[in-house]
């Protein structure tokens, strides 16, 4: 057994340093002995099996059920050396099943009822347990770190004010945000910007917190929040966002989501969107992930959204990629959550608590290896809508910092329900 | 005669105010009295036939030919109105010849001898041609206005500094300048940038003219200029730009072009490439174009660019989209273009001059109502070859503009070789 498990082991592992110890007690180390060291333990042969029949999937799985642990770094390193070694020639059949993974999740659509669903399964996950780990304001999305030092509560402001910038939002104007999540960026739009805001969203976990959030700030004649599918949206906006919600839309539905969006803007509107990116060719999610984390998510390269933009008659009009951001974001949220993790264990369990830091690991490592990136494309159907140059941005976010600090501390975060800090 | 003439043009021109009059002398208005008014003649009633058969083609061939000519207005307004009514429902006649000249494009490679034959067509034009109508560097290609009221000198040097910008060049990088026209970026690359420099061109005038500038400038040790396909690249490079070249590449051959970028970019290594770019979905290139003026030219989607950038292993690092400029620019050309036309008809002659105020006429609509645009996609192996936030671009343009007029007058020019100004 150790045999077949060594031999497909020291075929993906190239680089790196890994110690591997299996249920019967035999050691091997493989990889060329560079980078941070990692070493797991197999509990058992059946768990060996699993892996090697499904490595993709299993191995969160192993880590979660405790059949796989760290005897040496932690499940970063690990993924960190798993993520090195992604170009090394993959087994045949992990090849095939992520073909046959590709074919699947390019039939499947995800109607409103699979929608809905599949956001339940993880926005209405206990906001107790996202308030451990996001921002003060939860904001759950890549950050904008202006400079190295700045803390995750500063780079998710900037990352709201830089989005306003880019949006080209003016008081009066009215915006729509689909995929709101708990409103933060909806009320940074109302206040500063005094924008008239309405904020879609199909949690009912996340809706509720955002319409106490905007009672609570005196902002809920400006901020309108509304537990609803962007498909059902039948109004006209000035500017339209959405951030972090295109990952759920699906493929499938790349086209129904552009013209949703030209539909319901003006024709001098602007529109940015803000979405994780495949820097690689197209690839189907991991299997793990689609499970336990984002059912009906996917990472869509930028060759997938293009030809849905054009065919809407939308226009790029800039296109900023975000890289290492989203890196540095989730490793702030992995050690918040570990510090948290107690509390975590208390409100779930152990399987979740390893569960989510598989997840923010796996992440972070996709994101610091540059397969991962964010993409803010800003769209308009007017070349014109947007200024000629670039430095609009600048003077817009330098307007805003002076307005977020005019008329309150920029990190009131007072009413994000976040007891434990 | 006339009134199969007069359905074809009502059912195409919907909007704008456009007076016909037939080669019988019969005349009819149309469209619906909106924007800038053009009048055209029909020499005779062959040339009605012939616009109606291929309306795409035959509308640049009348007017060079002066079967066509303006009754009212000039070819600019004439062409904006077409350019209008582009979404107009086509004859069906119309979108057949479309389909088929998109299947032959994508079937049509650009071998080494065809890729030199159709460079020499166009840029083995005598250079004094171009002189009458380019600034005095000779830049063929989209100008970057920071403001408004920008000269065309000024322009093009800012496009110059804001590719140095985002290439990242430093003192002693090797540069590779895919398609280096007359020279004047890679010169600029070696002074102020101080980076040393490999230009490749396949036309032969712009080889000895840039070769002579360099010499000129004393640049020829930090510059060198070769006749030679860019797939014929053995060398590697820190940073390689292409501007106005890709748009000479073709369709099938964009796997070929990225990867040999990828090949002769070194890991840590930046790639900026500036070409127009059509925001729309993928179109062919118009008929009279393609025979006239860019033999195996296409104007790409993002949707056809970006597939090839992944499969070639580069990310895309930054998109940015000029928009307007290239419009601007072109109204520049056609403006010193007719101050010289009477030169340029004694160079050549009047069916020349006719042609080629008819290009810059239809580009300048095209640019004009946003249909076309021009792409300046950064490219890198390592997404850390870039900084996170995009002020260093804004920070090196500051530092570039101090170097150009700390060590020599900004438009110095005179080594260009214009003698007519």
Not at 279 to 295: D, L, R
Request: contains cysteine; hydrophobic residues 40%.
């Amino acid at each position: 057994m150790a045999t077949l498990l060594e031999r497909f082991l020291r075929r993906f592992i190239q680089h790196g340093d890994l110690e591997i110890e299996t249920g019967s007690g035999q050691t091997f180390r493989i990889g060329d002995r560079t980078g941070a060291p990692a070493g797991v333990r197999f509990a058992d042969a059946r768990s060996e099996w699993r892996l090697l029949r499904d490595p993709e999937f299993a191995l969160g799985e192993l880590y979660m059920e405790g059949r796989l642990t760290l005897t040496r770094g932690d499940i970063y390193d690990l993924l960190a050396i798993g993520v090195r070694n992604i170009e090394a020639p993959n087994s045949r059949w992990v090849a095939a099943l992520q073909r046959t993974r590709t074919a699947l999740r390019r039939w499947r659509r995800n109607d409103l009822v699979r929608a809905g669903r599949n956001v339940s399964h993880h926005y209405d996950i206990d906001a107790r347990l996202y308030a451990m780990f996001l921002d003060g304001d939860l904001q759950y999305s890549c950050a904008y770190f202006e400079h190295a030092d700045d803390s995750l509560d500063q780079a998710q402001l900037a990352k709201k004010r830089h989005i306003a910038a880019k949006l080209l939002v003016d008081p009066g104007h009215k915006v729509l945000d689909i995929g709101c999540g708990w409103g933060g960026l909806a009320l940074y739009l109302a206040d500063p910007c005094e924008a008239s805001v309405l904020g879609v969203t199909l949690s009912t976990e996340q809706l509720s917190l955002a319409q106490s959030r905007a009672e609570e700030r005196g902002l809920a004649s400006k901020v309108r929040f509304r537990l609803q599918d962007y498909r059902q949206i039948t109004e006209r906006f000035d500017r339209i966002v959405s951030v972090g919600m295109f990952e759920h839309v699906g493929l499938a539905d790349y086209d129904v989501f552009f013209q949703t969006a030209a539909r319901a803007l003006k024709p001098d509107g602007v529109m940015l969107l803000h979405t994780i990116g495949n820097t690689g060719v197209p690839a189907p999610t991991n299997p793990w992930v689609e499970k336990y984390i984002f059912p009906g998510g996917y990472v869509p390269s930028m060759s997938e959204i293009m030809p849905a933009i054009e065919r809407a008659g939308l226009k790029a009009t800039d296109v900023e990629i975000l890289r290492i951001h989203y890196a540095k974001t989730l490793r702030e949220w992995r050690d918040r959550f570990m510090a948290h993790r107690a509390q975590a264990a208390a409100l779930y369990d152990e399987r979740f608590c390893r569960m989510w830091e598989f997840y923010l690991a796996l992440a972070e490592t996709v994101f610091r290896a540059g397969l991962n990136v964010v993409f803010q494309i800003q769209l308009a159907k007017d070349v014109e809508a947007v200024p000629l140059t670039r430095d609009y941005i600048f003077e817009r976010e330098r307007q805003l910092r002076a307005r977020e600090s005019a008329e309150r501390p920029a990190h009131d975060l007072s009413s994000a329900g976040t007891p434990w800090r």
